[in-house]
């Protein structure tokens, strides 16, 4: 499977794409992996680099795939569809994954686009942004 290589970052309560510019706000300017450090520049010309050690800095990798309104799915995503509610995507063993309840005593993990391919699903949020919707789930991405 080819796909695409991108990051997103969440620092500071925001999230920054790596492939999108705002003209008048801050962006993400660098992911140095070397040096495991995040570059934001913002409207006025000045820099903020962040490590990725930083307990505020959450690096989120692109899964490849998409939700059935066409927006990118990342790593620490949630997705829902009527069957299932705020799923976690999560990297593990070489690829990602999604784990869920299929009833009260047995939890199913699978990869993502497994899960894709068998339910229509869509972003409903993320681990960082929406705590809310993840306690819904009471699922914990343990990893």
């Known amino acids: 499977m080819n796909r695409?290589?991108?990051f997103r970052v969440f620092i500071d309560y925001k999230i920054f794409y790596q492939d999108k510019y705002d003209e008048y706000g801050d962006?993400?300017?660098s992911i140095d992996i070397?040096?495991?450090t995040i570059t934001i520049t913002g409207f006025h010309n000045y820099e903020n680099v962040y490590r990725f050690e930083d307990e505020k800095v959450k690096l989120m990798q692109y899964t490849g795939l998409k939700d059935k309104n066409g927006k990118e799915i990342y790593e620490n995503d949630l997705i829902s569809c009527n069957k299932y509610k705020n799923i976690?995507?999560?990297?593990e063993?070489?690829?990602f994954k999604v784990k869920y309840s299929k009833n009260d005593?047995?939890?199913?993990?699978c990869t993502l686009d497994t899960f894709l391919e068998k339910y229509k699903c869509k972003?409903?949020?993320n681990i960082y942004e929406n705590k809310n919707l993840l306690e819904e789930n009471k699922w914990v991405n343990t990893k």
């Open 34 to 36: 070397c040096k495991k």
């Open 27 to 29: 962006n993400l300017t």
């Open 93 to 95: 063993n070489g690829c």
């Open 123 to 125: 972003i409903s949020g």
């Open 4 to 6: 695409e290589i991108k």
């Open 88 to 91: 976690v995507v999560f990297f």
């Open 105 to 109: 005593t047995t939890n199913v993990t």
